[in-house]
């Protein structure tokens, strides 16, 4: 009894982390995740961890080690746009329970709190908003804050300041508030004085509170979800506008082995039977079954739920796969969900996660395909070139009509026919065909969606900058900051 005891603090932990994920479901009907499945995640963690004679050194190790473990289990089912959320619901419910975090401030951060009264005048009318000087009044009315709107009205050239920087996230409050308050405090007042910039707030939060890697979610490894999976576990793609598993799914079953033995079928009307029956063979004899677009037939779903519950550690065959995509829908069977491995295929957020996702997939990773190019030198760096270009097109969709009048959908089939064309265009020619690429990449490939004609001149423009003789020089750089470069001669595969 007395050693069990000695956990209390990771099992305290564990009911705090899984009620965290449990209000997922309010975000997406998608998110559903069963205690038994979060229950099988702790025990791995337990054998995963790095043991320890000293117990408070061994709690330490498992709760930063299934903490993390849960993060990145929980975020390869997740929308990108949900993952910095889910980041500071798991900061902030680990703060609450320790009971460094009070409701009525977490209240204040989702809402902006309740007037319960006539606010003063405003005295900063020259600079401030009535909104934002509202919310002060409100945040006053806080514990925590009691007396910043005096401080404010007594030095508002030093917050005006703040209120006035590009990255009022980073500024210092003015004495003594800064130090006075925490990361957590520190994150009203930027809600109060500049909203616009919660999201690189909330990143700053997390990292403060967590670490960095909670803000740098893992890219998505398909091989991964395989081999946590089971005969028993369905796994299901969830989809999003322009994401298509099945390029990825068809290269896993062929290195698998399973190239020849996974059927496919997209659900609708009258595809319920020979689903079923599908799955019936491939549940006896073995094999992968791939059943599209869930979401098309909900009426076919209670049927899919119930042949889902009757497999069987004994009767099920140990290669059988049962492989699900569906858009998001209220339809889709809970316990499917709950006991599925549920994977997001989107492109991920941010440059660096961008190009890392990018040589990550196929047929970038397959070092046959890579090393098949008799030009190394050239296609490394151009290779390098078209990720970054790949990942500069999406990331212009975060401006809105700032970066592309019209949001288009740029996937990894562009980048991967993008590829393909230019390791045989190295191939063939002696000289590298510079205007062929560009406009193959440029007008056919990812121009081919491209509709506007000011679109179609800014993608031209910039892809020129990826695309030209310059990128084969020593000192090619595609970032003012020179973080990004392309590699150096003789870089090679690895």
């Known amino acids: 009894d007395e050693a069990r005891q000695g956990y209390r603090p990771v099992a305290e932990r564990g009911s705090v982390l899984f009620f965290c994920i ?91 709190g309740v007037s319960v009264g006539e606010p003063p005048a405003n005295a900063l009318s020259d600079w401030m908003p009535e909104k934002v000087w509202q919310e002060l009044c409100r945040l006053d009315g806080l514990p925590s804050f009691k007396g910043i709107l005096e401080a404010i009205t007594m030095m508002p050239h030093k917050w ?95 290195d698998k082995g399973f190239g020849n033995k996974m059927q496919t079928i997209s659900l609708g009307q009258g595809q319920g039977p020979i689903a079923q029956k599908m799955v019936e063979d491939a549940y006896t004899n073995g094999g992968w079954v791939v059943l599209q677009n869930c979401h098309l037939y909900p009426s076919w779903m209670p049927t899919l739920e119930r042949i889902t519950e009757e497999f069987k550690v004994d009767t099920a065959h140990s290669n059988f796969r049962l492989w699900l995509t569906s858009y998001p829908s209220d339809k889709f069977p809970v316990t499917i969900l709950q006991n599925g491995i549920k ?102 490939n990812y121009g081919g969606r491209v509709t506007d004609d000011s679109d179609r001149r800014c993608l031209m423009t910039n892809l020129f900058t990826f695309y030209n003789p310059e990128v084969l020089g020593d000192d090619c750089s595609f970032s003012e900051s020179g973080l990004f470069t392309a590699p150096p001669i003789g870089a090679g595969y690895d």
């Open 160 to 254: 005006k300041e703040v209120y006035d920087s590009s990255t009022p996230q980073n500024e210092s409050l003015p004495a003594p508030w800064h130090e006075k308050l925490s990361d957590f405090h520190r994150l009203l007042v930027l809600r109060c004085l500049r909203p616009d910039k919660l999201v690189p707030g909330f990143m700053g939060f997390v990292q403060a509170i967590s670490g960095q890697r909670f803000v740098e979610p893992p890219p998505f490894n398909l091989a991964d979800c395989f081999a946590d999976s089971s005969a028993l576990t369905p796994l299901i793609f969830v989809l999003s506008p322009g994401a298509d598993p099945m390029a990825s799914l068809l290269k896993l079953a062929e």
């Open 22 to 112: 449990s209000a997922l479901a309010n975000i997406e009907p998608m998110y559903q995740y069963s205690l038994t499945w979060f229950m099988n995640l702790f025990v791995q963690s337990i054998q995963m961890s790095e043991p320890s004679s000293d117990l408070s050194q061994r709690l330490e190790n498992l709760t930063d080690f299934f903490t993390y473990f849960l993060y990145k289990m929980i975020c390869r089912s997740l929308f990108e746009k949900d993952k910095l959320l889910f980041s500071v619901m798991l900061a902030t419910r680990v703060l609450e329970s320790t009971g460094k975090l009070d409701a009525s401030e977490m209240h204040f951060l989702s809402t902006g």
């Open 343 to 444: 994977m997001t295929n989107e492109p991920p957020k941010g440059l660096r996660q961008n190009l890392l996702r990018s040589f990550l997939s196929d047929p970038i990773s397959d070092e046959e395909f890579y090393n098949a190019c008799t030009k190394q030198d050239e296609f490394g760096r151009m290779l390098y070139g078209l990720c970054f270009f790949h990942a500069f097109v999406q990331e212009r969709r975060k401006f809105g009509p700032l970066g592309w009048n019209i949001p288009y959908e740029f996937n990894e089939s562009d980048l991967r026919i993008s590829v393909r064309q230019l390791s045989m265009f190295l191939n063939e020619y002696d000289e590298v065909q510079f205007k062929a690429l560009r406009y193959l990449t440029g007008e056919c």
